[in-house]
């Protein structure tokens, strides 16, 4: 039924008249598209454009997180090389101050620098000014958890004591040479430089975002005006999720407000970032416009199908006519003219017929001397073209001068006679004998090519290399230009050398400075004379042990040792001989202690002392008692002692659990008294001293 159906619609449309197909075909033509197009419209345009503002909401919040995290790298990667020199290290406030200003002048996004020690004490600040006596950063959490971790960390929104402006303070640890934590040193970034920093990126109108942190609390605003009260923020349902860890788009309603926003999540600092736009103001441009288009389209269409209905009634009778006349035009017959019967749009169209006629006549004779132009231009450009056969075998089918010059051929003669895969570098293609036309065809396009002169002379070309095809699709030649480019290759192998020669040099110089740094640390921390630790060393060691055994509750150790008449010896033997034997008594103390975390250092003249971590009293004073015997064994000669012919030594021991409420020096004052009592009580013996009070 609906075969036939369609078969006499069919039959009826081709029984009509060429006016009223026309007619027909143009009211179809107009009526079937405004349908469909009505049809698109109502049902799908609407979701397609949500989409749209879902998945642009949703890039922008994207793009915001990553230049965050990118800039949160960046000072990460500022603030672990700033916590390396040796003056940062040194926990010196003069030290510490110059490296601080730099910083901060350096990168005008920071606020200021400061650094703090293990107790949360200020120890030196970028501005110079008075330290704060007052200062605790361990009231901070970010603190705590760099000295906890050892690692870098982030702060919420905080007020700076300095400015009294809203900061954001990254953090890393200060560490010695053992890896050990000595300090922290802190930046705090303006979050105003951070607002106009991602303000750069363009947003649509009546689009904005905000950074959040775990409390929901607002850390950054595209504008003030819009921010929302923080016990309302976090409760947001795009709030919510951003902080769960994940991106992605939510539809919510918020003060009779439909939103669209787009969520994302920056892991380090645990921040949600969430670019969001009301639905009225996203869809209101997007929908005025699909309406005006609209109304232009259905005012176009009206239009052209009331003139498509007058040139179907005015243009069927002599188109026969035109349709034989352009056929002879299409077969060559350049002179041919018709004759108009009427003034109408026909007649126009006749008229114009005889003009192209006339026209395509002129140019045929202006294409015939543009052509000739174009062969002497061709014959005198630098450089070279030609037009070559899909078989590399065969010659090349043109080519001008210029390609025969940088090939060296006498002529362009001479050129055509050669097979075209000869003119490449004979290496080029002795993996592939057989030359196969896929492989030549699809190498030379926009490449550059090694190819070889008449003499064998290799050079490098750049070659461009287009296909003609014809009707079907089919390939029928190819036309390509050549370019001598060997010179500036060789110069590019040249500056590549160079740069590398350069880049050794530097790499070479670098290793040199780090070693030299290296040795000037290890140069800052030893005593000159015996080669243990020095002094200065042996105070930040006893400080940060002290720290470590009084979190730990573990024993801290302390020995003391003085060379009994060391001044007799100087005054007998000589001032060299008293450095050797200062050295020696050094060496001994080396080789007894056997832990890695143990330390002997020289405290002063004759004065040594070593530290002894989770080590109790009888630990300590059996390796006191096996440093005096071994020192005694070394039998270096004392003739002036008035206790023994050889040089010996009075020790002085102490143990204890450190209670953070008392200062390491209670530790040193209790080693040092029971080492004067050894003196008293006769020399050349080890005292234990009475628990520090």
């Known amino acids: 039924m609906i075969k036939r159906t369609h078969a006499l619609i069919l039959n009826r449309l081709l029984n009509l008249s060429l006016r009223q197909q026309l007619s027909v075909i143009f009211v179809i033509m107009i009526v079937v598209p405004m349908s469909f197009m009505y049809f698109i419209t109502s049902h799908w345009y609407k979701p397609f ?34 916590s390396i020199p040796a003056e940062i290290t040194s926990m010196d406030r003069d030290e510490q101050t110059p490296i601080l200003e730099f910083m901060v002048n350096q990168y005008p996004e920071l606020q200021f620098a400061t650094v703090g020690d293990l107790t ?34 982030i702060s919420n929104m905080l007020i700076a004591k300095t400015s009294g402006k809203p900061v954001i303070v990254l953090a890393a640890p200060i560490k010695d040479s053992q890896g050990v934590v000595i300090g922290v040193l802190m930046i705090g970034l303006d979050p105003e430089f951070l607002n106009r920093y991602l303000q750069e990126m363009k947003l649509q109108n009546m689009c904005y975002y905000y950074v959040v942190n775990q ?10 005006a819009f921010v929302d009260s923080s016990d309302v923020t976090k ?53 005025m416009a699909n309406t005006a288009g609209m109304i232009a389209i259905i005012c176009s269409c009206i239009l052209a199908l009331l003139l498509g209905l007058t040139l179907a009634n005015t243009m069927s009778k002599p188109l026969a006519r035109l349709s034989e ?61 030609y037009r070559r056969s899909i078989n590399p075998d065969e010659p090349l089918l043109q080519a001008n001068p210029a390609l025969a010059n940088i090939l060296g051929y006498e002529s362009v003669e001479e050129l055509l006679t050669i097979p075209a895969y000869e003119l490449y570098f004979k290496h080029y293609f002795q993996n592939h004998p057989e030359k196969p036309i896929s492989r030549l065809n699809n190498i030379i396009n926009n490449n550059e090519i ?28 190819f036309d390509g230009v050549i370019t001598d480019i060997t010179e500036r290759k060789l110069s590019e192998v040249a500056l590549r050398k160079s740069h590398e020669e350069l880049e050794a040099r530097v790499a070479e110089r670098t290793n040199e400075l ?46 003391m040792l003085d060379i009994d008449y060391f001044k007799l010896y100087n005054d007998s033997y000589g001032h060299l001989a008293g450095d050797e034997c200062l050295k020696q008594v050094a060496n001994v ?72 409420s008392y200062k390491p020096e209670s530790l040193i004052a209790a080693a040092d008294k029971a080492l004067y009592q050894a003196k008293q009580t006769g020399r050349n013996k080890t005292i234990i001293a009475d628990s520090p009070s």
Request: hydrophobic share 40%; glycine share 6%.
């Open 49 to 82: 454009l949500l989409k749209v503002v879902f998945e642009r909401n949703l890039a922008a919040a994207e793009h915001i997180t990553e230049k965050l995290d990118r800039l949160i790298d960046d000072k990460i990667k500022i603030l672990n090389l700033f």
């Open 120 to 153: 949360g004490k200020q120890i030196a600040r970028s501005d110079g000014k008075p330290l704060d006596p007052a200062a605790d950063f361990t009231e901070h959490e970010f603190y705590r958890q760099v000295l906890a971790t050892g690692t870098c960390t």
């Open 215 to 224: 409390a929901g609390e607002i850390l950054l605003h595209t504008n003030g």
């Open 235 to 287: 409760n947001l349902a795009p709030v919510k999720a951003s902080l769960s860890g994940t991106a992605g788009i939510i539809e919510y309603e918020y003060n009779n407000q439909k939103k669209l926003a787009g969520y994302s999540y920056l892991p380090f600092a645990r921040w949600g970032v969430i670019v969001q736009q009301p639905l009225d103001e996203a869809m209101a441009d997007i929908i």
């Open 325 to 385: 006349a352009t056929k002879r035009l299409a077969q060559g017959d350049l002179s041919i003219q018709l004759k108009a019967t009427s003034q109408g749009e026909i007649g126009q169209l006749i008229t114009t017929f005889n003009n192209m006629a006339s026209q395509l006549l002129i140019r045929d004779a202006a294409i015939r001397e543009s052509e000739q132009q174009y062969r002497t231009l061709v014959n005198n450009v630098s450089i070279g073209i």
């Open 450 to 477: 090694p190819m070889q002169k008449k003499d064998g002379t290799p050079i490098v070309c750049s070659m461009i290399d287009i296909a003609s095809n014809d009707m079907q699709d089919n390939i029928m030649w």
């Open 514 to 559: 780090v070693q030299l740094n290296q040795k000037l640390a290890q140069l800052s921390i030893s005593d000159g004379l015996t080669g243990i630790s020095n002094r200065r060393y042996f105070d930040d060691i006893l400080e940060l042990e002290w720290q470590r055994s009084a979190r730990s509750q573990l024993p801290l150790a302390l020995i």
């Open 589 to 660: 103390l080396k080789t007894t202690i056997k832990r890695a975390y143990d330390l002997a250092a020289r405290y002063g003249g004759e004065e040594f002392t070593i530290i002894l971590p989770d080590t109790d009293i009888n630990g300590a004073f059996t390796v006191a008692e096996k440093i005096r015997k071994n020192i005694e064994k070394l039998a270096i000669n004392h003739e002036p002692s008035l206790i023994s012919c050889v040089v010996t030594v009075s020790l002085g021991v102490v143990a204890m659990i450190p209670d953070i």
